[in-house]
């Protein structure tokens, strides 16, 4: 499996703050991915990166941002959080193909 | 934008049977994945499919891409306990670059 990790893993917030959720690749991948998990809806593309400081906008994109600065490391913003955005939080890699996912950032906004 | 669309939603079946999932959407597709999730974890890569009519095994897991490049299924034979969890499919459908689109997934419960 690729070296993938997400910091935090669990997180709890309150309406109105800016979260940052960390994404960390250790394989140089040039593709990252961050997504979002809720029943019923399987996984749902947020933002993408296909190299650093290229980004782009998934299906969900509203209210999210991101950042990629150096190849092993994409950031995900929650600009000011809603409870809509209680997920759970996956991240992704991959040189081209199949994708590899982090463990996950379980985000709870009160 | 582009669905796809994955049965049966849930399974519960006794240890030993066999089991079968599919994924189908209306775009072709590119590729066709399988991921396995467990519990408090990220999707974990079963199987990768490349070429219409590809038919490639995992062990007990064997997956196929269908030759319409439409659909995919995945069969489990003689399921084990350890075999719970959460199947997604994901496909990457023409002209999406290297983008994946997800099923909603098939949540496996055995009985021992």
């Known amino acids: 499996d690729a070296g993938i990790t997400q910091s935090p893993r669990h997180k709890v917030t309150e309406t109105g703050t800016p979260v940052t959720l960390r994404c960390h690749q250790t394989?140089?991948?040039?593709?990252m991915y961050w997504y979002r998990q809720d029943p019923g809806h399987g996984l749902r593309l947020i933002h993408y990166s296909y190299g650093v400081k290229d980004t782009d906008k998934g299906e969900v994109s509203d209210g999210y941002s991101v950042s990629r600065s150096k190849t092993e490391d994409f950031l995900l913003t929650l600009e000011s959080a809603t409870s809509s955005q209680t997920s759970v939080y996956f991240c992704?890699?991959?040189?081209?193909?199949?994708?590899?996912f982090g463990p996950g950032t379980r985000l709870t906004v009160l | 934008g582009q669905q796809l669309n994955q049965s049966p939603q849930s399974m519960f079946i006794q240890e030993g049977e066999d089991v079968s999932m599919n994924c189908t959407s209306s775009?072709?597709?590119?590729?066709w994945l399988w991921y396995k999730q467990d519990p408090g974890e990220g999707p974990v890569l079963l199987i990768a499919l490349y070429k219409a009519g590809e038919l490639t095994s995992n062990g007990r897991l064997t997956a196929q891409f269908g030759i319409t490049r439409k659909d995919s299924f995945l069969n489990i034979s003689a399921s084990i306990p350890s075999d719970v969890g959460i199947y997604f499919c994901?496909?990457?459908?023409?002209?999406?670059?290297?983008?994946?689109?997800f099923g909603a997934g098939t949540i496996l419960r055995v009985k021992s």
């Open positions: 994901a496909g990457q459908p023409l002209g999406y670059g290297n983008k994946l689109v």
């Open positions: 775009s072709i597709f590119n590729t």
């Open positions: 992704a890699s991959t040189p081209g193909g199949e994708q590899f």
């Open positions: 394989e140089n991948h040039r593709y």
